[in-house]
C-alpha cells in the first residue's frame, strides 16, 4: 500500500484546483448571473456530479474579481428559522471579512430580533436570529427570512454593489414550508434589485416541479441543467493526477469512469482508491481498478448487509435483476430466473426510485444503481445466492449516463 505520496484525489468537502477539474463554462455562467443585479437562475443535476464544488468555485470567482457572492447550503436545515440563519451565516462569513461594518449595520437595519456572538473558531464576530424565532409559527418564521433578505438587499444598495446568493438544496423550501412557502420566497426575490440569485439542488424532478406552470417560481428563473464532465477529459485527467504522484496508469482512468459511471465523485471516489493501495511506482491498470472497487464495497458491507435483509424477497430479486441482466424486467426469462412476479414489479421499481436507489437510466425505458458500489456489493454478496458470479464491475444495461 502506498505511503510515501500524496493521494492527489479529494472527495470530501468544496474541491478546488488542483483537485477540481473542467467546468470553466460553467463557473463562468455562473459568475456572470452572481454579478448581475436582479438575476435568478435555478441549476439542478443528479447528486454527486460536482454541483456544489462548481457553485463555490463560481462564488470564490466573483469574490477574487472585486464582487461579493456566497454560498448558503439548506440541505440540513429543520425549520424556516434556520434557514434564515445559514444565509446570514454564510453572508457574514463573507462580508463580515469585507465590510468592517457589516455586523453593526445588518442589525441596526434588521430592528431587533437578532443576537451577535463570536464564532469559536474564528473569533469573528456573527449574527443570528434570536432562539425563540425557531418555536414561533411558520407566518413569523418567514417574516424573519424576508427580513434577512431585505436587509442584505439593503445594505448592498447602500454600498452600490451587487450581492450573489447561492441558495443549495434549495428544493428543501416545500419540506419546510410548501408550495405557500414558495410563493411568499418568490415575493421575497422578485423586488431584490441589488441580490442576485442562483437556486441549486440535486433532486431534479422537484425542482422541475417547482418552476411549473401553476407554481411559484414559473417564468421567474432562468434554468441551467447540470450534466456530467465529458468523460474523455475526466479519463485523462485521472492519469494526470496519477502521474503527478509517480503511478504509471495503464488505461487506469479510462476504466474508473467506465466502471463508476457518471458521477464525478463516484468516479474520484475510485480513482483515489485506486492510489491509496497502489504501492509507489506502480502501474495501475484495470486489475487495480478492480481492487480498489472490491476494498470501496467491503468498507460499506455492515452498512449494505443491514438494509439488504430488511428488504422484501420481491425487494431482493429487483435489485438482483437489475444489477445482473439488460434484458427487461418484464420478460418471461427475467422473470421466471429471478422469480419475479409481474404485478408487484412495477411499483417496487417506482419505491426505490423514489428512495434513491434506483435510478431511471437517461433513455427512460430502463433502470440503473444510483451507486455503482451498492450495485457491486449485490453482485457479490447477493448474485451468488442464485447461482450468478460476475465481477463487481458488471454494468448489467446502457446505464451510462454519458449517453
Known sequence: MATDHENPFRIHGAVRKPFFTDREEEIAIFRRVLMEPGAKMMVYGQRRMGKTSTLDNAVDAVNAGG???????????????????????????????????????FVTRFQGGVKVAPDPMTGLLGASLELGVRQENLEVQQASLARVLDTLNDLAKARGVTLG??????????????????????????????????????????????????????????????????????????????????LVPNGAGQVCVDVAGARTRDIVRLARKCVDIAPDGAVVDHLTVASALQEIIDEAADQSEA?????????????????????????????????????????????????????????????CFDSPFLRGWIIVHALPDIAMHLSPSHIASATDEYK
Do not use: C
Request: charged share 20%.
Open 67 to 105: 464582487g461579493h457572492a456566497f454560498l448558503a447550503d439548506i440541505s440540513t436545515v429543520t425549520t424556516v428559522a434556520d434557514m434564515a440563519n445559514r444565509i446570514l451565516d454564510g453572508a457574514t462569513k463573507i462580508l463580515g471579512r469585507r465590510w468592517t461594518t457589516f455586523i453593526s449595520d
Open 165 to 246: 446568493l447561492v441558495l443549495d438544496e434549495f428544493q428543501e423550501i416545500t419540506r419546510l414550508a410548501g408550495e405557500q412557502g414558495e410563493w411568499h420566497l418568490r415575493g421575497v426575490m422578485q423586488h431584490h434589485h441589488n441580490m442576485s440569485y442562483i437556486v441549486a439542488g440535486s433532486q431534479p424532478a422537484l425542482l422541475q416541479a417547482m418552476v411549473g406552470k401553476d407554481r411559484a417560481f414559473y417564468d421567474l428563473l432562468d434554468h441551467h441543467a447540470f450534466g456530467p464532465i465529458d468523460r474523455d477529459h475526466m479519463s485523462a485527467w485521472i492519469d494526470e493526477r496519477m502521474r503527478s504522484v509517480g
Open 307 to 367: 438494509w439488504w435483509s430488511k428488504l422484501t424477497p420481491t425487494q431482493q430479486n429487483v435489485l438482483r435483476a437489475v444489477a445482473a441482466t439488460d434484458q427487461g424486467l418484464t420478460t418471461k426469462a427475467t422473470r421466471k430466473r429471478f422469480a419475479l412476479e409481474s404485478g408487484s414489479v412495477s411499483n417496487t421499481l417506482k419505491a426505490f426510485v423514489e428512495d434513491g436507489r434506483l435510478a431511471r437510466t437517461v433513455h427512460g425505458s430502463g433502470y
